[in-house]
């Protein structure tokens, strides 16, 4: 695997692991929110249930990067093109929530800014 290559995919993974403290924390806020009586326990725990779920997927997702074939692609457009069709083929083969890949989208268009 190329430099770059190596480099923009720890970089991404950095950037997967951040969405996850993110989601936390959109979870702690869930949580205050009923505890001041904003939202209903009822839609707290499925806030929780969903955005647990979406952690569940990152979790996964992040060791299956270690497994993603960067050397079938010749050039860096190549492969961050094979990488949304990965990270899309990943979700929807887990049945993950979409807003994951959304997500994981976002990131892989920074990080391509920033690396590329």
């Known amino acids: 695997m190329s430099d770059r290559k190596e480099l923009f995919l720890k970089v991404f993974k ?27 326990q009822y839609v707290q725990r499925e806030n929780r ?30 492969f961050v093109n094979g990488l949304k069709v990965f990270l899309k083929a990943y979700v929807e083969e887990h049945q993950y ?3 994951v890949y959304l997500l994981a989208e976002r990131k892989l268009q920074k990080v391509e800014k920033y690396i590329y």
């Open 49 to 78: 249930a969903l955005l647990e779920h979406e952690i569940h997927c990152l979790e996964k997702l992040v060791p299956e990067l270690d497994n993603f074939a960067s050397n079938e692609y010749p050039d860096m457009d190549s």
């Open 14 to 40: 950095m950037e997967l692991e951040e969405i996850r403290t993110d989601i936390a924390l959109l979870s702690k806020l869930y949580l205050e929110r009923y505890e001041s009586r904003e939202i209903t």
């Open 97 to 99: 929530p979409k807003a």
